[in-house]
Nanobody, 129 residues
């Protein structure tokens, strides 16, 4: 059974940090992404890490999180992380991990949710002002 299990969400104050984890099991994935959905809003891309570009992969970020969030992966643990620093109230959302076994050669594919095949159940991140 393929599973993506997110953890690490919580309630923090503006300026704080959180690290989200996503543990994959059941198969091997080439690339991972993080998306988020705030109440009343559509799901949006946050970050992705690809299968190519060295041992860690190429990384991609939404402009709104660039410089504050860092995505990384531990292939030995089949786990991807999202380090979130300098959190803002507008970062409040349910964060979803997504994964795909497909190998995209163009980074543009990673920004779109339908290009991922598996999704986690989500973890709530709430940032108070």
């Amino acid at each position: 059974q393929v599973q993506l299990i997110e953890s690490g969400g919580g309630l923090v104050q503006a300026g704080d940090s959180l690290r989200l984890s996503c543990a994959a099991s059941g198969r091997t994935f080439s690339s991972y992404g993080w998306f988020r959905q705030a109440p009343g809003k559509e799901r949006e891309f946050v970050a992705a890490i690809s299968w190519n570009g060295g041992s860690s992969g190429n990384t991609y970020y939404a402009d709104s999180v660039k410089g504050r969030f860092t995505i990384s992966r531990d292939n030995a643990k089949s786990t991807v992380y999202l380090q979130m620093n300098s959190l803002k109230p507008e970062d409040t959302a349910v964060y979803y991990c997504a994964a795909t076994p497909r190998r995209y050669y163009s980074g543009s594919y990673y920004y779109s949710g339908p290009n991922y095949d598996y999704w986690g159940q989500g973890t709530q991140v709430t940032v108070s002002s």
